[in-house]
């Protein structure tokens, strides 16, 4: 099975680019690969609630419903 390492490391300063880590762990998911999750930089803030609530890229959904689907995929994210 191929591995995805998806690598976040922007948050509030671009939202787009904050959502690509969790885009791309979904679409792992739906292409049936292992993936992980990793928060760097400005992305560790997303853990914070209020925070991820305030992040939508666009184009894509809210992240509050990326990491939800993420964290039901039982996707390791780490920070």
Known sequence: MARVLSVASHA???PTK?????ITAVGAIGAEKECTVVLVGEAV??????????IHGV???P???LIAKVVQA???VYV
């Open 18 to 22: 904050a959502s690509l880590a969790f």
């Open 45 to 54: 803030t997303m853990v914070k609630e209020a925070i991820a609530k305030s």
């Open 74 to 76: 039982k996707i390791p």
């Open 63 to 65: 992240l509050p419903e």
């Open 59 to 61: 184009g894509f959904p």
């Open 12 to 14: 509030t300063d671009d």
